[in-house]
């Protein structure tokens, strides 16, 4: 491996007793640019692994400092933070089906969504069940421990097979503080839900059960939000629906068959498959 040429040489091209040499220089460079090609590490072992790829010799004080260079001179990411385990940080996988948290369950983390979908719900005092909203991948849930919430107001659920990194308390509140980007990214998050919490409001109390269906039919496949809008939104049943609207499993099922027969939606594989949402749908909320 070529080594660059090398700079004045900052505090890691010193070796352990203070002092300089070709060959010191040489090998904090040759740390440098393992970092260039592997911005990941940040730990011993990745370090290691990455520096034996490259053939480059890793003494412990090396070794060390190449953990550190990693950490404190490569900008933060908030894609790789939440992509990623470290301090505070686990990923945890769920089947389809597999409860994340429970309503009562004490509140010291936060959750992020790498992949799959995620059900909130919240039960009353007398038993009755309803669904609060369906979560899809780039989506944080359980925030409210941030905000001083002991226990789980609601719980989580996978609707299917998930990727979710759990991070606790401690390690949120601390990139919060420490990285504006990330900072900026989670507040650009909860404003956005929070607009559609309004606007679920105002659905709620404005429009026909049959407007709310398709709305959340359109939100579910995505249709307005950046990217493409997904063909097939995996099976969610009619009792899910109906919670999620406020209304009976009877009406949404009247109001399914009819946007079936409109050709606005179709079910992909049978009735058991996937549901196929054509942006046709959106007559529905926009006639007046």
Known sequence: ?????????GWWAYDSAGQTSNEVIDMRLAALTILKEKPMATSRRKATRYAEQ????????????????????LPFNPKTFLATIGEGRTMLTFAKGRTVYTQGDPADAVFYVQKG?????????????????????????GEGALAGQLMRMGS?????????????????????????TFSDLFVAYLLARNIRYEEDLVDQLFNSSEKRLARVLLLLAHFGKEGVPEAVVPKISQETLAEMIGTTRSRVSFFMNRFRKLGFINYSGGI?????????????????
């Open 117 to 141: 979908k995620v059900r909130l719900t919240v039960v009353s005092k007398a038993g009755k069940e309803a669904t609060i909203a369906i979560l899809t991948e780039s989506s944080f849930f």
């Open 54 to 73: 490259f053939d480059v010799p890793l003494d412990g004080p090396l070794l060390m400092t190449l953990v550190r260079v990693s950490k404190k001179h």
């Open 1 to 9: 491996m070529t080594t660059p040429q090398a700079p004045c040489p």
């Open 156 to 180: 989580a659920e996978s609707m299917s097979d998930c990727e979710i990194l759990r991070v606790e308390k401690g390690a949120m509140m601390s990139a919060l503080h420490r990285e504006r």
């Open 272 to 288: 058991d498959g996937g549901l196929q949402v054509h942006s046709s749908l959106l007559n529905v909320v926009l006639h007046d």
